[in-house]
């Protein structure tokens, strides 16, 4: 089975570092995209961004350039997402999403990881 | 950035009525557009890419037209299990794929 698994919910301070994990299994990971979407409380769909963990190249929305960081290891199947310092308004489900080529839709998801940020 | 626009906002529909959800895009996106379907709690779900390709395991009364940039999701005949809250995606203008507002169906 083809699966994307998030890591758990994350409560964090203003200011703290934070680093996600989505861990693919089920099918050859270096060889699709990983994506990342944000949904904000009671809000929409946001496409932060894209990676290719077969070689990281990743792409950023010009919204998140600067904001977060993707990565991926591909020895271990996982794409990270992460901050290095959290604001409020970050707080938001965080999903990672496999697109098999860059512009193919999202069709795999994983189950989201809740980032509340709060002092 | 190219803007997704859906409509409507938000719809009622009965079991057994059809109904047609439109998303245009602020240019041209070719085929490159995407439905997805949300639960309350869920993840999304890929329903059709390519404006008109349908996802494997995706029931045949969901279908997507269009090109360009108008577009549609069409449900053919409504499902108890069909009330959601629908967004489209483009995915042509790389790095900048953009959502549209979403489309909330609730019973009537």
């Known amino acids: 089975e083809v699966q994307l698994v998030q890591s758990g919910a994350e409560v964090k301070k203003p200011g703290e570092s934070l680093k996600i994990s989505c861990k693919g299994s089920g099918y050859r990971f270096t060889n699709s995209w990983i994506g990342w979407v944000r949904q904000m409380p009671g809000k929409g769909l946001e496409w932060m961004g894209i990676?290719?963990?077969?070689?990281?190249?990743?792409r950023y929305s010009p919204s998140f350039q600067g904001q977060v960081t993707m990565s991926a290891d591909k020895s271990i199947s996982t794409a990270y997402l992460q901050w290095s310092s959290l604001k409020a308004s970050d707080t938001a489900m965080y999903y990672c999403?496999?697109?098999?080529?860059?512009?193919?839709?999202?069709?795999?998801w994983g189950q989201g990881t809740t980032v509340t940020v709060s002092s | 950035d190219i803007q997704m626009t859906q409509s409507p906002s938000s719809l009622s529909a009965s079991v057994g009525d059809r109904v047609t959800i439109t998303c245009r895009a602020s240019q041209s996106i070719n085929r490159y557009l995407n439905w997805y379907q949300q639960k309350p709690g869920k993840a999304p779900k890929l329903l059709i890419s390519?404006?008109?390709s349908l996802q494997s395991g995706v029931p045949s009364r969901f279908s997507g037209s269009g090109s360009g940039t108008d577009f549609s999701l069409t449900i053919s005949s409504l499902q108890p299990e069909d009330f959601a809250t629908y967004y489209c995606?483009?995915?042509?203008?790389?790095?900048?794929?953009?959502f549209g507002q979403g489309t909330k169906l609730e019973i009537k």
């Open positions: 990676i290719y963990p077969g070689d990281s190249d990743t």
């Open positions: 390519a404006a008109s």
């Open positions: 995606q483009q995915s042509s203008s790389t790095p900048r794929y953009t």
């Open positions: 999403a496999r697109s098999p080529a860059i512009r193919d839709g999202m069709d795999v």
